[in-house]
């Protein structure tokens, strides 16, 4: 079996920062992609951004700028820094893995979410 694990989530002000953290364990041979994406109430869940096992991004047209995806292959762990937060931001970020649970076999996991609020 493999879990994700999110942190970092909470509250902040319009034009603040947070990071989040999502920890792979369990089960694991080798991770593919790592990326998050987010789902506001009432609306679809979409990508925020992703990361390959060799550092390619890739991200939505909306953070562009101001979020940075990062990944620590020795620790299994995938960052997001968030910049210049705005109230459309909020939302609950997933983190999201394609995990070789052993070789050639693929798996899709995903995080519990984590909760992000941008108010003032």
């Known amino acids: 079996q493999v879990q994700l694990v999110e942190s970092g989530g909470g509250l902040v002000q319009p034009g603040g920062s947070l990071t989040l953290s999502c920890t792979a364990s369990g089960t694991i041979f080798s991770i593919d992609v790592m990326g998050w994406y987010r789902q506001a109430p009432g609306k679809q869940r979409e990508l925020v951004a992703k990361?390959?096992?060799?550092?390619?991004?890739n991200y939505a047209d909306s953070t562009k700028g101001r979020f940075t995806i990062s990944r620590d292959n020795v620790k299994n762990t995938v960052y997001l820094q968030m910049n210049s937060l705005k109230p459309e931001d909020t939302a609950v970020y997933y983190c999201?893995?394609?995990?070789?649970?052993?070789?050639?076999?693929?798996?899709?996991?995903w995080g519990q979410g984590t909760q992000v609020t941008v108010s003032s």
């Open positions: 990361i390959s096992s060799v550092g390619s991004t």
């Open positions: 999201n893995a394609l995990v070789f649970v052993v070789a050639g076999v693929l798996q899709n996991h």
